[in-house]
């Protein structure tokens, strides 16, 4: 069992910044492939990004390519997602999920943190 606690969400006027955590506990992220997801009101939710513990490898969303930043702190158990230049279109709860067996199953999810970000 993975339990996951993300925090950081906010209030943010476009082309401000914000920093994500999850937290993990249960299990080392050492060895986990751990992911972002958001959801707006009324969409569905959408891959944001994604850390590969195998091959050290970060994947992002065409959306959010060159402004967020997945990154991850073994000795604290936490997985960052680093939003820079934030638009209103990044507007969404967001949730860390883990994924333990490497195939893009998410089976571990978080409660999520809001980001609003105001134009």
């Known amino acids: 069992q993975v339990q996951l606690v993300e925090s950081g969400g906010g209030l943010v006027q476009a082309g401000g910044s914000l920093r994500l955590s999850c937290s993990a506990s249960?299990?080392?992220?050492?060895?986990?492939?751990m992911g972002w997801f958001r959801q707006a009101p009324g969409k569905e939710r959408e891959f944001v990004a994604r850390?590969?513990?195998?091959?050290?490898?970060?994947y992002y969303a065409d959306s959010v390519k060159g402004r967020f930043t997945i990154s991850r702190d073994i000795a604290k158990n936490t997985v960052y997602l680093q939003m820079n230049n934030l638009k209103p279109d990044d507007t969404a709860l967001y949730y860390c999920a883990a994924d333990p067996s490497g195939d893009s199953q998410y089976d571990y999810w978080g409660q999520g943190t809001q980001v609003t970000v105001s134009s």
């Open positions: 850390f590969r513990w195998s091959s050290l490898s970060k």
């Open positions: 249960g299990r080392t992220i050492s060895r986990l492939d």
